[in-house]
């Protein structure tokens, strides 16, 4: 039997404290996993429907494979192992900021840890996602780019973020994508006008999803935004 609260690992990070906890949650009769920040939840099992859209719109914007895909952001892997259900994908490079999360994937401690540390296509990078994009991406051009880590393009992990939501940056992102490549982005927020116009300045494309899914702990229901642009063929 599954135990009421358990705290799985706490780190020490660059960005702070961060602790894995399995949780039983009485109103739903299931099992839960969440990452803390500090005292700042930053992700549940409990809530992945706009994760798992992150993978399925921004591949489904793309032709037939081989795909070579990127994700930025591991997390608790939701967002990788919908990539690696298209059987289209030949490779995928997963990159995070923080080492103790891919420690426990590696580790086992997480129901998708298994499925993606065992796909030969699959490959984690312990790195800045968004300096790697500056710079050297330590990856090869990528049919799609795929990134879940600010809660938002206003709302940042880190102050040092917002270069990369701004068009410079995202000219420097779309350099690392194929002709016709997709880039995909999870929001916590709304539709944001301005950062749809700044898409629009770079990529092709450009669409903003609303992604609804039921909240049952606030007993209604709740919304997540997945940006899609797509590079000029």
Wanted: net charge negative; charged share 25%.
């Amino acid at each position: 039997m599954t135990r009421r609260f358990e705290e799985l690992d706490w780190q020490q990070t660059p960005i702070g404290e961060v602790s894995l906890r399995r949780r039983r949650e009485p109103s739903l009769g299931v099992e839960v996993h969440e990452v803390k920040l500090g005292d700042e939840y930053l992700m549940s099992s409990l809530f992945t429907v706009a994760e798992v859209e992150l993978a399925r719109l921004g591949l489904a914007a793309l032709p037939d494979g081989p795909l070579d895909v990127v994700v930025g952001g591991l997390g608790l892997g939701y967002t990788a192992h919908a990539v690696l259900q298209d059987q289209r994908v030949r490779s995928l490079v997963v990159v995070d900021y923080l080492d103790a999360v891919i420690g426990w994937h590696r580790r086992g401690l997480l129901p998708l840890s298994k499925a993606l540390t065992e796909d030969p296509r699959c490959r984690f990078v312990h790195g800045d996602f968004f300096a790697l994009t500056d710079g050297d991406a330590g990856y090869g051009p990528a049919d799609a780019v795929l990134v879940d880590i600010d809660h938002s393009p206003r709302h940042l992990l880190h102050p040092g973020n917002g270069g990369f939501y701004t068009v410079a940056g995202l000219r420097r992102l779309a350099g690392h994508l194929r002709p016709g490549g997709v880039f995909g982005l999870w929001s916590d927020d709304p539709p944001d006008e301005a950062f749809t116009a700044t898409l629009s300045a770079v990529f092709a494309d450009v669409r903003a999803s609303v992604v609804t899914f039921d909240n049952p702990l606030l007993r209604r229901t709740s919304a997540n935004t997945v940006y899609t642009a797509v590079r000029s063929p």
